[in-house]
């Protein structure tokens, strides 16, 4: 026969302990007993977590994008087997800018008493310009007996993430800028100055502003149409974009150092920032000096055909060529003529106003024959060269021969014509060149202009003849154009 009894237990003991029931029964009239050692065991469900990471992440840290490891474990520190859920990784806030590379859940499982559940996650801070500070925290869930999750443990670590500058500059341009003699000018001209403009960061920069300042360069000048300040509307994330900054190198009488800064900023960079590069100079000596050349007519024919001398009036010019390595100022050369010649319509003193080094300046003067010309021979016509560098003193001269034969070809006067016009406007006057046959004999000969823009009239002939030439219009570009009009002819009555 088996006999049962439902016991409740008084007054749990804290920890576990062992104790006795003992049963009385009598049978026959005689009072027996019996008893049953009972262990009461203490039903502790206790669980604990434990979560590591980084207090801090540096700049460099950040910039280097190396992966943060999230370090947690679940421990279960009571007597009996929990069953987990899952664990949750949540990232506070959301902006901060710290991104899982792994899953953010984990599934879990049921944890016997000491047993241990762990996770490792690894994160990665994005590149922000500013710097924040991010909350992990990560939850362990079980399931309540009516399916509902139910928290079974919290933990959580802070981690600082520094900022970072996102725009950063690097400045390419020649170490040095050499004077060269043969040319006169410097090399290179213009020098190039590039910065590379680079943004570090996972966002885009935007309104950014760069400019040149030549405070510490004073050798250097923006070079002609270039601006000290560039803007760029957007750099995007992990971009380059290159700025170029054209300078003219200045004259000085020393090798020098340039320091040249490039400032930018962006709308979100409000803080002007730069960097540096240093070029050097070297002098550009102080050389006055004046290459001169006299041109034009060399010959003056005394044509019996023409019962006259040939041509008159007869063009000589002068040439300046500045081989000096300084600009020359005030210039202006005046015509010295034997006295049996004299000016036809030109200005004996003429004007070359300023010659940069290396250029050159071409002036032209007409004249005839005097009453003083009673013999042939050769002529001297001499020029006075003046400017503000060198003073006055003698220039080149041109000899003139009057020969008292007649040409043996075709002879033209004057060899140089000037037309001025305003853009689209009047078309100006035609002008004559004379044209001569060697003792007025017939000789074909054709005249051709080189540029479209010429007109001649007529174009070929085999005797004198006068030559109108005119522009055709006054649409071409501002400035000086030049042109050539070639005349060609044979003499075939002539040994």
């Known amino acids: 026969m088996t006999l049962t009894w439902r016991l409740e237990l008084l007054n749990p003991p804290a920890i576990p302990t062992f104790d006795t029931l003992a049963f009385m029964y009598e049978c026959d009239g005689l009072l027996q007993s019996c008893s049953q050692v009972v262990e009461i065991r203490v039903i502790d469900e206790k669980i604990s977590c434990s979560l590591t990471l980084p207090s801090t992440l540096s700049t460099v840290e950040v910039e280097s994008r190396a ?12 007597t009996v087997p929990v069953d987990v859920d899952r664990l949750e990784l949540a990232i506070d806030p959301a902006n901060a800018g ?5 899953p953010m859940t984990m599934p879990g499982t049921q944890l016997a008493p000491s047993a241990t559940l762990p996770w490792t996650v690894l994160l990665r801070a994005a590149i922000l310009r ?11 869930f079980g399931k309540s007996a009516t399916g509902e999750d139910s928290v079974l443990s919290i933990c959580d670590a802070s981690i600082a993430i520094e900022g970072v ?9 020649p170490d040095s ?8 000018r410097y090399v290179p001209d213009p020098v ?4 590379d403009l680079s943004n570090v960061l996972d966002t885009a920069e935007t309104v950014i502003e760069a400019g040149i300042d030549l405070t510490g360069a004073p050798r250097f000048a923006l070079a002609s149409g270039e601006s000290a300040m560039k803007i760029l509307a957007l750099l995007d994330s992990h971009s380059v974009t290159g700025l170029i900054w054209l300078l003219s190198p200045q004259p000085g009488d020393a090798d020098e150092s340039q320091d040249i800064v490039l400032r930018y900023r962006s709308a979100e960079q409000v803080a002007w920032k730069d960097c540096n590069a240093s070029i050097l100079v070297e002098a550009w000596p102080e050389i006055v000096a004046v290459r001169c050349a006299a041109d034009g007519h060399d010959s003056l ?25 300084v600009t020359l100022t005030g210039c202006a050369a005046a015509i010295v003529l034997p006295p049996e010649f004299t000016l036809a319509g030109s200005d004996s003193i003429q004007s070359f106003g300023s010659i940069a080094p290396g250029a050159s300046v071409t002036r ?3 004249c005839t024959a005097t009453e003083r010309l009673q013999s042939f021979g050769p002529f001297t016509i001499a020029w006075q060269w003046t400017s503000d560098q060198q003073g006055s003193g003698s220039g080149c001269a041109r000899t003139v021969y009057v020969v008292p034969d007649p040409s043996s070809g075709i002879v033209l006067t004057p060899l140089h014509l000037f037309f001025e016009a305003e853009l689209g406007g009047t078309l100006p006057p035609s002008q004559q060149v004379k044209l001569w046959t060697g003792g007025g004999l017939a000789m074909p000969w054709s005249a051709q202009p080189d540029a479209w823009y010429i007109d001649v009239d007529p174009v070929s002939g085999d005797r004198a003849a006068s030559l109108a030439v005119r522009p055709n219009t006054t649409l071409l570009g501002k400035g000086m154009h030049t042109s050539v009009l070639e005349v060609a002819g044979a003499a075939p009555n002539l040994p």
Do not use: K, Q
């Open 98 to 102: 710290l991104i899982a590379l792994d």
């Open 165 to 173: 500058d996102g725009l950063r500059c690097a400045i390419a341009a």
């Open 130 to 140: 500013a710097g924040r500070t991010a909350r992990c925290t990560v939850t362990a």
């Open 364 to 366: 032209w003067w007409t």
């Open 301 to 325: 024919h005394a044509d019996g055909g023409y019962e006259a001398i040939v041509p008159l009036p007869f063009s000589v010019s002068y040439t300046a060529t500045n081989s000096g390595t």
């Open 177 to 184: 800028v050499r004077f060269d003699r043969a040319s006169l």
């Open 192 to 195: 190039p100055v590039t910065m």
């Open 67 to 78: 992966p943060v490891l999230l370090d947690y474990t679940l421990t279960n520190t009571g």
